[in-house]
């Protein structure tokens, strides 16, 4: 039973960094949403597209040259 709660331990404690830093982007990409719905409403929505867009395009470039 030790053994088993180590290893789920050590495995949430490798994970919660790049959680984290995903959690901070979208966060980031959220905010600056908001930030520019503030000010023109569809603007907002363009915007956080146009993010998410970006970062899928990032993640996918991202998995291709790794393998």
């Keep these: 039973m030790m053994k088993w ?3 789920t331990v050590r495995a949430v ?5 790049g959680l984290l830093r995903d959690l ?3 966060s980031g990409v959220g905010l600056v ?3 520019a719905w503030l000010i023109f409403p569809p603007a ?3 915007v ?6 970006l970062g899928a ?5 991202g998995h ?3 393998g």
């Design 5 to 7: 709660l180590a290893v």
């Design 13 to 17: 404690a490798t994970a919660v960094p």
């Design 24 to 26: 901070a982007g979208l």
């Design 33 to 35: 949403a908001y930030g």
């Design 44 to 46: 907002g929505f363009i």
């Design 48 to 53: 956080g597209g146009t993010l998410l867009i």
């Design 57 to 61: 395009l990032l993640l996918a470039l």
């Design 64 to 66: 291709r040259s790794t």
